[in-house]
């Protein structure tokens, strides 16, 4: 099953799972914003939006999303907001260099095929000084973390991979440097990151 087909049937229920669970960690990441006046903003796997009620108004945004049936979930949300949608590939970004002057990734990296390409474009997209905020679930360095491992063949076909080392993919994405990491929830299983542009 396609990543694009496995999400069209989600959509309609992915927001059960997770907006409770993950509010308060958005909410924390998405606070860089609050302060910055007029900034051009890519939620890059916007999903059903689930961080466009925490986004403060005075940006302009651009959702992108695989699906189709996702974005049509977002929109309602973006109420009072600057918001256009892109349907588009998060690893193949269809936006010129330095376009945005902050990317938020939030629950996309361990989602993607190509978590590298996916960090790749969002900072090829991203002016020098602009920020990229990562919510995600990584695995630590040379952690064996045996039963997510085990498990991450079947679940990476339908929703997410649990096997992305963060650290792995910074090391292909030279030009970002990081601000903050901290935990998040699951024990530092989830970590919230701040990236910064050279």
């Not at 096997?163 to 601000?179: I, N, S, T, Y």
């Amino acid at each position: 099953m396609s990543l694009k087909h496995s999400y069209t049937l989600i959509a309609p229920f992915y927001d059960a799972f997770l907006d409770a669970a993950t509010r308060g960690a958005r909410q924390r990441s998405l606070a860089r914003l609050q302060h910055a006046s007029s900034l051009n903003v890519l939620v890059n796997g916007v999903g059903t939006g689930l961080d466009l009620p925490h986004l403060p108004p005075q940006h302009r945004y651009t959702g992108l999303d695989l699906t189709r049936a996702m974005l049509g979930k977002a929109l309602p949300r973006a109420k009072g907001l600057d918001f256009r949608s892109v349907q588009g590939d998060a690893q193949r970004l269809p936006f010129r260099d330095a376009s945005f002057d902050a990317v938020v990734l939030h629950l996309i990296l361990a989602v993607v095929p190509e978590p590298a390409r996916c960090l790749q474009e969002s900072a090829r997209v991203t002016r020098r000084g602009g920020t990229l905020l990562v919510f995600d679930k990584f695995l630590k360095p040379g952690e064996p973390a045996l039963w997510k491992r085990a498990l991450n063949p079947l679940v990476r076909r339908v929703a997410t991979r649990l096997d992305v080392v963060f650290e792995e993919l910074l090391r292909q994405a030279p030009a970002l440097v990081p601000e903050s990491d901290g935990p998040a929830l699951g024990n530092g299983w989830f970590r919230l990151i701040r990236l910064r542009k050279t």
